[in-house]
């Protein structure tokens, strides 16, 4: 087991967590026996896409598998930066980027805060993987300012979804001075935090100064990122029971990933322990076309396969949106499988959960 000589009161130490970080080809292969793909794609990803993983995170990883889950999210390959990788996709391929840095209005109700390029784990999937290059900084108290001041400016705005990077990796004093902005705006009603540390380090979690600090600004919604079963743990399951205990909702949105979860055993397993430890699968997305990543991409058939097939096997409140965020910032388009197999008048002829075909008519009364 990797890291079990570590003191249970440093294990559970965030801070700990993110000063232990392995960030270099040398430190990894201490821990992992690494493929040459692996090897050179750590080495040719330096300065573009880096490396950093949490010892928590890399503990969760089969160290034999070279297919194992929480390598092919952790661990940069070559196929990232060759030359066909490069040529496909776009680095801001949602048009998040506008006039103010940082701050992305698409809906006419919401905007979106990225308050920080710094990530626990850089996700080799990561849809803003045009960010790492920038290094590992926060948006100073100034650019913020900026952004609530726009905020303030349009009042048609009334949710705030906060970002990154990893939002909640800022200190509590700059995650209060936020949320104090943003709750003295008096149109914006809802606040949004989207963070991957239930996952990647859900030690950050255990800290009552932040907990007390989310509950204050309430209502908070926490929206995170399990990809994979391996991921929901006791410490995950810990870090969402405190969330909760301080009246702070918990959704998941999925990203589907060749090789790591288009498989419909392995999402039906996921959404089931996201139930367990009382999370709600929110969404389920197609990966985006971004550069340097679209080598995780499956095609739409395979979405709604996984779709199809969760129907009748889990509950209703455990089964996501399927959706596809349209390229040039078009917002996202919800897909289902399509139930309905023919039609005449008020007649209709459904496919059951089970495939059998029912007919069913309307009233023409109602």
């Not at 990077?165 to 935090?193: A, D, M, Q, T």
């Not at 932040?210 to 079963?229: A, C, G, Q, R, V």
């Not at 995780?296 to 455990?318: A, H, N, P, Q, W």
């Amino acid at each position: 087991m990797l890291f079990h000589k570590v003191p249970r009161h440093l294990w559970r130490d965030y801070s700990w967590q993110i000063r232990n970080r392995i960030k270099s080809l040398e430190e990894l292969q201490r821990y992992v026996r690494l493929t040459e793909e692996e090897v050179e794609g750590i080495r040719l990803t330096q300065g573009l896409y880096p490396l950093a993983i949490t010892p928590y995170y890399l503990s969760l990883m089969d160290p034999d598998d070279t297919e194992d889950p929480i390598r092919l999210q952790a661990i940069p390959r070559r196929i990232e930066v060759d030359e066909e990788a490069q040529s496909a996709g776009e680095p801001d391929a949602l048009r998040e980027e506008g006039d103010i840095p940082g701050l992305t209005h698409r809906y006419p109700d919401r905007v979106l805060m990225s308050v920080t390029t710094f990530c626990a784990v850089y996700c080799r999937h990561c849809m803003r993987k045009r960010i790492f290059a920038e290094g590992e900084r926060a948006r100073t108290k100034e650019e913020i300012d900026r952004m609530l001041s726009y905020i303030r400016e349009h009042e048609e705005v009334r949710d705030v979804l906060i970002s990154g990077g990893e939002p909640l990796s800022l200190s509590n004093e700059k995650i209060e001075y936020i949320l104090k902005g943003l709750r003295e705006i008096k149109h914006v009603e809802i606040v949004r935090f989207g963070t991957r540390l239930p996952v990647l380090a859900p030690q950050r979690f255990f800290d009552e100064e932040l907990l007390s600090i989310l509950e204050k600004y309430s209502p908070i919604w926490i929206n995170t990122h399990f990809n994979h079963p391996k991921e929901v743990t006791e410490l995950a399951e810990e870090a969402v029971d405190r969330l909760l205990r301080h009246g702070i909702p918990v959704n998941n949105q999925t990203v589907l990933l060749k090789g790591v979860n288009d498989n419909p055993e392995i999402m039906l397993s996921l959404f089931r322990k996201l139930l367990r430890i009382k999370v709600k699968p929110q969404y389920l997305f197609h990966c985006d076309p971004i550069r340097g990543a679209v080598h995780f991409r499956t095609t739409v058939d395979k979405g709604l396969e996984i779709m199809r097939f969760l129907r009748g096997k889990i509950s209703g409140m455990g089964i996501p949106t399927y959706a596809v965020d349209l390229p040039g910032g078009k917002g996202k388009v919800p897909l289902q499988p399509n139930y309905v197999v023919g039609r005449e008048g008020n007649s209709f002829l459904f496919e059951s959960f089970t495939g059998e075909l029912v007919e069913y008519t309307i009233d023409e009364l109602i």
